[in-house]
């Protein structure tokens, strides 16, 4: 895909590429979210931990590849603006989406635990970033084994909470062989869905990266400017899209899940990981927007705590802020 891309340069051509980025980004979203919450109910696992652990990860593939990429072409400030761009948009932009469509009940795991961790980890960054002037291979190494850490704990608290009479449904059914047969292919056509969707939302999201870049580059914006915007809004749209579908499907746990496991993924992993490819410098426009990140947080922790639920008018005024942040970053 990146071979050909670079072959598309008129304008027609870039809008076709970009309208079939965009089917692909919203059939692979379909795809991968139909596979994931049905391997969920399978397995008694709560949406919520799947939309923290597969939905987010797999969504969050284009900010691994453009970081990662980044870090080994020594562009390590590319790395870390795609991160916390991407995660603004994630916050404000893909949780006020499915609010906006339906108002989004908020379980209390999700502000006790979930958002504070999604906060403690942004935080974390500001210090690692400030005390040692960026990010070392150290650094990337702790980000990485916290990682590591977390997921170990989602992943038992899934088998806590997996109630004691679907295991023994699971023991019961597994004793009878055409059961078992059953529930294997059925799991495999699951996982060929999630397959197919990442796949589908990776070349999907690159098409979009690359035509959106591309038409504003022929409209005279600076690379700059594309990069704190486009690109962390294209790396973005597999969790806005993922998101949206999952509310639409009224799998909303899956959609808020997606949007704070994301953001804990992209600090952790995908920096993590960058950092540990090459050291990476942490410069001032990145501490505002990591505190920009942090207040935004806490905003929204506020609004899912009121009620416990997020309304359609929480989720357009979070959506206004989005428009805020993007006016700020184009004049700053």
């Known amino acids: 895909m990146q071979n050909f891309l670079p072959t598309i340069s008129?304008?027609?051509?870039?809008?076709?590429?970009?309208?079939?980025?965009?089917?692909?980004?919203?059939?692979?979203?379909?795809?991968?979210?139909?596979?994931?919450?049905?391997?969920?109910?399978?397995?008694?696992?709560?949406?919520?931990?799947?939309?923290?652990?597969?939905?987010?990860?797999?969504?969050?593939?284009?900010?691994?590849?453009?970081?990662?990429?980044?870090?080994?072409?020594?562009?390590?400030?590319?790395?870390?603006?795609?991160?916390?761009?991407?995660?603004?948009?994630?916050?404000?932009?893909?949780?006020?989406?499915?609010?906006?469509?339906?108002?989004?009940?908020v379980k209390k795991?999700?502000?006790?635990?979930?958002?504070?961790?999604?906060?403690?980890?942004?935080?974390?960054?500001?210090?690692l970033g400030v005390i040692g002037h960026g990010l070392?291979?150290?650094?990337?190494?702790?980000?990485?084994?916290?990682f590591a850490f977390y997921l170990r704990s989602l992943v038992k608290q899934a088998n806590v909470n997996k109630p004691a009479d679907d295991k023994n449904e699971t023991i019961i059914s597994e004793n009878n062989a055409n059961t078992k047969g059953k529930i294997l292919s059925s799991i495999f056509v699951c996982i060929l869905f999630i397959v197919?969707?990442?796949?589908?939302?990776?070349?999907?999201?690159?098409?979009?990266?690359?035509?959106?870049?591309?038409?504003?580059?022929?409209?005279?914006?600076?690379?700059?400017?594309?990069?704190?915007t486009i690109v962390s809004i294209g790396?973005?749209?597999?969790?806005?899209?993922?998101?949206?579908?999952?509310?639409?499907?009224?799998?909303?746990d899956m959609a808020l899940g997606n949007a704070i496991g994301s953001n804990i993924f992209n600090v952790l992993m995908v920096l993590g990981l960058s950092a540990t490819i090459s050291p990476m410098g942490f410069e001032a426009f990145n501490l505002i927007d990591s505190i920009t990140l942090v207040a935004l947080t806490i905003i929204t922790s506020i609004f899912c705590k009121t009620e416990d639920h997020l309304s359609r008018k929480e989720g357009a005024f979070m959506l206004i802020m989005y428009v805020a942040f993007m006016f700020y970053i184009c004049n700053r």
Do not use: H, W
């Open 10 to 105: 008129s304008i027609p051509s870039l809008i076709f590429c970009l309208v079939l980025g965009l089917v692909c980004l919203i059939g692979g979203a379909n795809l991968f979210v139909s596979g994931s919450s049905k391997i969920a109910t399978k397995f008694k696992i709560p949406p919520m931990i799947i939309g923290l652990t597969i939905v987010a990860m797999g969504t969050s593939l284009p900010e691994t590849a453009v970081s990662a990429t980044a870090a080994l072409a020594g562009q390590n400030s590319l790395a870390i603006s795609n991160v916390l761009g991407s995660n603004i948009f994630n916050l404000i932009v893909a949780i006020g989406m499915c609010a906006l469509i339906r108002p989004i009940l």
């Open 109 to 127: 795991e999700v502000t006790s635990r979930d958002i504070p961790f999604s906060l403690f980890v942004t935080i974390l960054l500001i210090v």
């Open 136 to 146: 070392n291979r150290v650094d990337g190494i702790i980000l990485l084994v916290i």
């Open 196 to 228: 197919i969707g990442i796949i589908a939302i990776i070349y999907g999201g690159e098409a979009v990266i690359y035509s959106c870049k591309t038409i504003a580059l022929n409209f005279g914006m600076s690379e700059t400017l594309i990069g704190l």
């Open 235 to 252: 790396t973005s749209l597999p969790e806005l899209v993922t998101s949206v579908v999952a509310a639409c499907k009224g799998e909303v």
